[in-house]
Protein backbone atom coordinates (compact mmCIF):
# COMPACT_ATOMS: atom_id res chain seq x y z
CA UNK A 1 0.00 0.00 0.00
CA UNK A 2 1.07 3.89 -0.70
CA UNK A 3 0.06 6.72 0.34
CA UNK A 4 0.76 9.96 -2.06
CA UNK A 5 0.53 13.21 -0.65
CA UNK A 6 1.11 16.74 -3.08
CA UNK A 7 2.30 19.80 -2.27
CA UNK A 8 0.68 22.89 -2.75
CA UNK A 9 0.32 24.77 -6.36
CA UNK A 10 -0.75 28.01 -6.90
CA UNK A 11 -1.05 30.48 -8.81
CA UNK A 12 1.49 31.93 -11.25
CA UNK A 13 1.49 34.15 -14.13
CA UNK A 14 2.38 33.07 -17.57
CA UNK A 15 5.91 32.05 -18.53
CA UNK A 16 6.24 31.39 -14.69
CA UNK A 17 7.99 28.13 -13.58
CA UNK A 18 6.40 26.03 -10.07
CA UNK A 19 7.53 22.70 -8.89
CA UNK A 20 4.92 20.33 -7.21
CA UNK A 21 5.60 17.60 -5.35
CA UNK A 22 4.79 14.12 -4.24
CA UNK A 23 5.98 12.81 -0.57
CA UNK A 24 4.90 8.80 -1.18
CA UNK A 25 4.56 6.64 2.00
CA UNK A 26 6.87 3.16 2.36
CA UNK A 27 10.26 1.78 2.17
CA UNK A 28 10.01 0.46 -1.52
CA UNK A 29 9.40 3.83 -3.28
CA UNK A 30 12.00 2.62 -5.77
CA UNK A 31 9.91 -0.40 -6.82
CA UNK A 32 6.87 1.59 -8.09
CA UNK A 33 7.20 3.72 -11.16
CA UNK A 34 5.33 7.13 -10.89
CA UNK A 35 3.38 9.28 -12.85
CA UNK A 36 2.01 12.70 -13.35
CA UNK A 37 -1.38 13.27 -14.94
CA UNK A 38 -3.65 16.42 -14.71
CA UNK A 39 -7.41 17.22 -15.50
CA UNK A 40 -7.94 20.91 -16.32
CA UNK A 41 -12.12 21.71 -16.12
CA UNK A 42 -14.44 19.87 -18.38
CA UNK A 43 -11.49 17.28 -19.87
CA UNK A 44 -10.54 13.83 -18.91
CA UNK A 45 -7.41 13.35 -16.70
CA UNK A 46 -4.42 12.96 -19.15
CA UNK A 47 -0.69 11.36 -18.28
CA UNK A 48 1.68 14.16 -18.42
CA UNK A 49 4.66 12.34 -16.94
CA UNK A 50 5.64 9.29 -15.72
CA UNK A 51 9.13 7.96 -14.71
CA UNK A 52 10.52 4.39 -13.98
CA UNK A 53 11.39 2.97 -10.73
CA UNK A 54 15.34 4.12 -10.40
CA UNK A 55 15.13 6.84 -12.97
CA UNK A 56 15.90 5.23 -16.05
CA UNK A 57 13.05 5.85 -18.54
CA UNK A 58 10.34 8.59 -18.51
CA UNK A 59 7.87 10.41 -21.03
CA UNK A 60 6.43 12.75 -21.77
CA UNK A 61 3.30 14.19 -23.54
CA UNK A 62 3.55 16.42 -26.27
CA UNK A 63 2.07 18.83 -24.81
CA UNK A 64 4.77 19.42 -21.78
CA UNK A 65 7.50 18.13 -23.68
CA UNK A 66 10.65 20.42 -23.16
CA UNK A 67 8.75 22.37 -20.39
CA UNK A 68 7.82 20.50 -17.83
CA UNK A 69 10.40 17.61 -16.15
CA UNK A 70 9.83 14.61 -13.72
CA UNK A 71 12.17 13.35 -11.44
CA UNK A 72 11.92 11.38 -7.96
CA UNK A 73 14.43 10.96 -4.66
CA UNK A 74 14.37 7.40 -3.78
CA UNK A 75 16.05 7.93 -0.49
CA UNK A 76 13.38 10.81 0.17
CA UNK A 77 10.69 9.08 -1.19
CA UNK A 78 9.52 11.96 -3.14
CA UNK A 79 8.49 12.27 -6.85
CA UNK A 80 9.06 15.98 -8.72
CA UNK A 81 7.67 17.90 -11.14
CA UNK A 82 9.24 21.16 -12.27
CA UNK A 83 6.70 22.83 -14.59
CA UNK A 84 8.81 25.87 -17.00
CA UNK A 85 7.08 28.67 -19.10
CA UNK A 86 3.67 27.59 -17.83
CA UNK A 87 1.15 29.04 -19.89
CA UNK A 88 -2.87 29.35 -19.37
CA UNK A 89 -3.94 25.60 -20.45
CA UNK A 90 -1.61 24.12 -18.06
CA UNK A 91 -4.37 24.92 -15.68
CA UNK A 92 -5.49 21.99 -14.48
CA UNK A 93 -5.41 19.69 -10.92
CA UNK A 94 -2.22 17.79 -10.98
CA UNK A 95 -1.91 14.38 -9.66
CA UNK A 96 0.59 12.35 -8.82
CA UNK A 97 0.43 8.46 -9.05
CA UNK A 98 1.88 5.09 -8.61
CA UNK A 99 2.22 1.82 -10.44
CA UNK A 100 3.03 -1.34 -7.62
CA UNK A 101 5.93 -2.15 -10.34
CA UNK A 102 8.84 -0.61 -11.20
CA UNK A 103 8.94 -0.08 -15.11
CA UNK A 104 7.41 2.95 -16.63
CA UNK A 105 3.90 2.49 -18.26
CA UNK A 106 1.59 4.96 -20.05
CA UNK A 107 -1.36 3.29 -19.26
CA UNK A 108 -4.09 5.05 -16.67
CA UNK A 109 -5.06 1.54 -15.21
CA UNK A 110 -1.81 0.57 -14.48
CA UNK A 111 -1.71 3.30 -12.13
CA UNK A 112 -3.04 2.23 -8.30
CA UNK A 113 -2.52 4.52 -6.35
CA UNK A 114 -3.09 7.94 -6.51
CA UNK A 115 -2.78 11.51 -4.57
CA UNK A 116 -5.34 13.89 -3.66
CA UNK A 117 -4.60 16.33 -6.04
CA UNK A 118 -3.07 19.84 -6.35
CA UNK A 119 -4.43 22.81 -8.16
CA UNK A 120 -1.87 24.78 -9.86
CA UNK A 121 -3.73 27.94 -12.09
CA UNK A 122 -1.93 29.89 -14.77
CA UNK A 123 -3.20 32.95 -15.08
CA UNK A 124 -2.68 35.04 -18.76
Known amino acids: QVQLVESSGGLVQAGDSLTVSCAAS????????MAWFRQAPGKERELIAA????????YYADSVKGRFTISRDNAKNILFLQMNSLKPEDTAVYYC?????????????????WGQGTHVTVSS
Open 26 to 33: GRTFSRYA
Open 97 to 113: AARSSAPLTTLRQNYVY
Open 51 to 58: ISGISEDT
